[in-house]
């Protein structure tokens, strides 16, 4: 984990990890909605990479996923690998281009979500599940990244509200400081 | 000291994608009692009385949606379900007649075939269910202290709803009808041809009963129900007359004859289910034991592709 991370954020981040992943096997894994099943885990692996960074993000995301998998009975390896790849990119999205739009939690939920179904779907065709991409397949990908979609802004919610205070500092704070003190001014080089 | 973070960002995303697969490969090569198999059982094990308590507390909240979408289907049920309540009537009348004439002619017969009573049922909750697309696994609260073995057939109180693929001491994994690697053999309810039961190719939620001969009689609207064991050479882990589901439409485009059906038990919702143990030194026992020493040998010699049909018809066959 990166050096800005403090122990509270980790804890915060562990605490709030079981209790979404104990809820999404508990309940939400039970109530489908429009046939399909909403997917928090993704939601709350992209929404930490987003506030929290990307090697936050890939660590948790790689966590989640192995304690899915071990708590399913699920192939080892596979959602801890598709997990990692979205809290890392989600990370790379708020390092590189820091979204400050209302919308942005929308968007990054339903790609997160797209993320998570079709390369859940790819791998358990490469491991070799009988069954071509059809009509019903996407179908459940595409209303399943719709359920997620109206999962997507409380969730963000939810994950800001629990981690408030132990985030990393928000980079384009960061950068306007840098601009007033000097640091990174280009008139400072001047 | 940008380069020095860059490095070990990317470092570090390497380290957690090289183990993700060397876990996936591993996980995916090794046979069922492997290491990884049984340390992911142990975790079971831990985890599963914190899994259990969390579903009894959150079941308010899972009955408050459920509550929701079930009054919305209700309607639309009451009518078909009376409808059927009439046609089973008339059936049930028919049924106990030829009831009569079957027992006259197993005991004249001398057969003794594999039933449900050979079994001992122990009854079980879901605490954990894949949320993949696929739907083909649920995680129970009762494993081997209460019996529980792999391959141990799983009912509801609609029908059949898989078999038990792993094992813990409190813990076991149920693969779903739906799952791509089920098999069961079946029979249309009327007729004495049977096949195999499997999960559609491309609609994960439902089942195609296959390999019928071609001129078996089938019409939509007939129940499919386990066959149990045809040939002594390919003995079946499912007692006959389980019910799996009810035939929806008839395929007849190749050699053999087709049908697909729509399995009665709502793989969805599951809650409680019964898992049909075998008594110690039954018969139910002894082939469930056979079955895992095929598939354990089936397993170790993976490496050489021809293991025979009949090792694969076991495993999948069911």
């Known amino acids: 984990m990166s050096a800005g991370v403090s122990r509270t954020l980790a804890l915060r981040i562990g605490v709030l990890t079981l209790i979404v992943v104990f809820f999404q096997i508990g309940v939400v894994s039970e109530v489908p909605v429009f046939g399909v099943n909403a997917e928090l885990c993704a939601l709350l692996v992209a929404f930490v990479g987003l506030l929290c960074g990307s090697i936050t993000g890939a660590v948790v995301g790689f966590a989640v996923g192995l304690f899915i998998d071990l708590a399913l009975l699920q192939t080892l390896g596979l959602t801890s690998l598709i997990f990692t790849l979205i809290g890392y990119w989600c990370g790379r999205l708020r390092e590189l281009r820091d979204p400050q739009a209302g919308l942005t939690p929308l968007l990054v939920g339903v790609s997160a979500s797209a993320l998570a179904l079709v390369g859940y779907s790819l791998m358990e065709f490469m491991l070799g599940v009988d069954a071509p991409v059809s009509f019903q397949l996407l179908r459940v990908i595409v209303l399943g990244v719709v359920v997620n979609t109206i999962f997507a802004l409380p969730m963000y919610a939810l994950t800001r509200r629990a981690l408030e205070g132990a985030m990393p500092e928000d980079p384009r704070r960061r950068r306007r400081r840098a601009y007033t003190t000097g640091g990174l001014s280009p008139l400072s080089k001047a | 000291?940008?380069?020095?973070?860059?490095?070990?960002?990317?470092?570090?995303?390497?380290?957690?994608?090289?183990?993700?697969?060397?876990?996936?490969?591993?996980?995916?090569?090794?046979?069922?009692?492997?290491?990884?198999?049984?340390?992911?059982?142990?975790?079971?094990?831990?985890?599963?009385?914190?899994?259990?308590?969390?579903?009894?507390?959150?079941?308010?909240?899972?009955?408050?949606?459920?509550?929701?979408?079930?009054?919305?289907?209700?309607?639309?049920?009451?009518?078909?379900?009376l409808k059927q309540t009439e046609k089973l009537r008339r059936e049930l009348v028919a049924e106990q007649t030829e009831k009569r004439s079957y027992h006259e002619l197993l005991a004249?017969?001398?057969?003794?075939?594999?039933?449900?009573?050979?079994?001992?049922?122990?009854?079980?909750?879901?605490?954990?269910k894949n949320p993949n697309v696929w739907y083909s696994t649920v995680?129970?609260?009762?494993?081997?202290?209460?019996?529980?073995?792999?391959?141990?057939?799983?009912?509801?109180?609609?029908?059949?709803?898989?078999?038990?693929?792993?094992?813990?001491?409190?813990?076991?994994?149920?693969?779903?009808?739906?799952?791509?690697?089920?098999?069961?053999?079946?029979?249309?309810g009327t007729s004495h041809a049977t096949g195999l039961v499997q999960p559609k190719v491309g609609d994960p939620n439902d089942l195609l009963l296959g390999y019928l001969p071609s001129n078996t009689q089938a019409n939509p609207g007939e129940w499919v129900v386990t066959s149990g064991t045809v040939t002594p050479g390919y003995p079946s882990l499912f007692p006959p007359g389980l019910l799996i589901g009810q035939v929806t439409s008839v395929n007849e485009e190749s050699a053999y004859k087709s049908v697909n059906v729509h399995p009665v038990a709502n793989l969805h919702d599951l809650d409680i289910v019964q898992v049909l143990t075998a008594a110690a030194g039954s018969r139910a026992a002894n082939l469930s034991q056979l079955t895992v020493n095929l598939q354990a040998g089936q397993a170790a010699s993976s490496a050489g592709a021809g293991n025979g049909e009949q090792l694969a018809s076991t495993q999948v066959g069911g």
């Open chain 2, 1 to 81: 000291m940008h380069d020095k973070t860059v490095r070990r960002r990317r470092a570090l995303l390497g380290l957690l994608v090289v183990l993700s697969l060397l876990l996936l490969t591993a996980y995916f090569g090794e046979a069922p009692n492997g290491r990884l198999h049984s340390v992911q059982r142990d975790f079971l094990t831990v985890v599963s009385p914190i899994q259990d308590g969390a579903n009894k507390a959150l079941k308010p909240v899972r009955d408050l949606f459920s509550w929701f979408g079930n009054t919305l289907h209700a309607k639309s049920q009451l009518a078909q379900a």
């Open chain 2, 108 to 128: 004249l017969s001398h057969l003794d075939q594999l039933g449900v009573g050979s079994y001992r049922p122990v009854d079980a909750t879901v605490i954990g």
């Open chain 2, 139 to 188: 995680v129970i609260d009762k494993g081997e202290s209460a019996g529980v073995q792999r391959n141990d057939p799983v009912i509801n109180e609609e029908g059949l709803v898989g078999k038990v693929v792993q094992a813990a001491s409190d813990g076991a994994l149920v693969e779903l009808l739906t799952n791509s690697s089920m098999g069961v053999s079946a029979r249309i």
